[in-house]
Each structure stands twice: as C-alpha cells, then as structure tokens.
C-alpha cells in the first residue's frame, strides 16, 4: 500500500509541476501532469527499486509509444474537435498509457490499477476539452500498451529462484541467486 501512495504523491506533484499557459484550465493543466507525471513516476519507481533494467525498458517502451503515436498524427492528420489538426492518436493519452502500462507489465496490477486511473482521467480531460474525439484515447492506450506488452518483462526483485531438476541422475533442487 505504501507503493501506491507513493506512486500517487508523485503524480500530485507532476501535477503541481506541470507548465500552465495563460489559456489552460484545470482540465488542460491535468492532462499535461498526468501526461508527464505517469511515465515520471514510473521511472522514479524503477530507480528507487535499482530496477536499472526496467528503467531501460521504460525509455524503450515510452519512445516506440511516442514514435508510433507521432507517426500517426502526421499520416492519418485527422481534424480535433477543436477544429484543429493532428488529433489521432492523442500524444497527452499515448504518454499517460505508456507508464500505466509499464507499471503493470513489470510491477502487477498494485501499480497498474492507480496508473491506469489517472491515465484514463489524461484521456477524459482531452475528450472533455474538445482536443480528441474518444477513438484517439482508445488508439493511444492500445499503443502504449501493445509497446509494454512487447518491450516489457515482468520484474523478478533482487532475488531469483528456479527449480532445478536432473531426471537422470533424480537430483532435485532449488537455486536462488541474487543481484546486487
């Protein structure tokens, strides 16, 4: 439970860091932190836990969410709500969905499910602001979790064990290494 206060402590203060232009509301204001503050906090968590590793995992993962993503905009260019361009797949979601989906991937659903919250919240504050329609949240989270899911592996800790068995010889064991 620790983790997942510390997790969202450090969303809040992505959140209290996050750049306000003079024409951004709350709504705007949020998106951007949870934008930034999801992938952030995933890789403060991984240093924290000298998971250097994941660490590298995450930056793998979060650059082909954001290449793909990008690419998109720029092929697809389809109109905002706003009246703007470049709206499918949303970058502010892609980001937000990209750490959520790292966090789960590597650590289990007791980071996943508050990352994902406020990843879902990224993609209702841009629907809710007229910069997206729905289809690009729905696109973005796809993207970055297809990225996870590919580029991820799940964290086996400081300590590893495996079984070991030698049916020839019937010697059975368990081998337990560490990192340090």
Request: hydrophobic share 45%; charged share 15%; aromatic share 12%.
């Amino acid at each position: 439970m620790r983790a997942v206060t510390a997790f969202l402590a450090l969303c809040l203060f992505g959140f209290a860091l996050a750049p306000r232009p003079a024409y951004a509301n709350k709504w705007d204001t949020g998106a951007t932190a949870g934008a930034l503050g999801v992938p952030l906090a995933a890789g403060i968590i991984s240093l924290v836990k000298d998971d250097w590793p994941g660490a590298w995992q995450l930056g793998f993962t979060y650059v082909a969410t954001m290449g793909v993503t990008e690419g998109l905009k720029y092929t697809i260019d389809e109109t905002r709500p706003d009246g703007g361009k470049h709206s499918f797949p949303s970058g502010h979601a892609a980001s937000a969905f990209a750490g959520a989906a790292y966090l789960q991937r590597r650590y289990g659903w007791k980071y996943g499910i508050p990352a994902y919250a406020i990843s879902t919240l990224v993609g209702y504050a841009r629907v809710h602001n007229d910069k997206h329609h729905w289809h690009d949240i729905l696109a973005s989270a796809v993207i970055g979790n297809v990225a996870a899911f590919l580029i991820t592996k799940p964290y086996e800790g400081p300590i590893h064990t495996s079984l070991i068995a030698d049916p020839v010889s019937k010697s059975y064991g368990i081998q337990a290494s560490m990192r340090f």
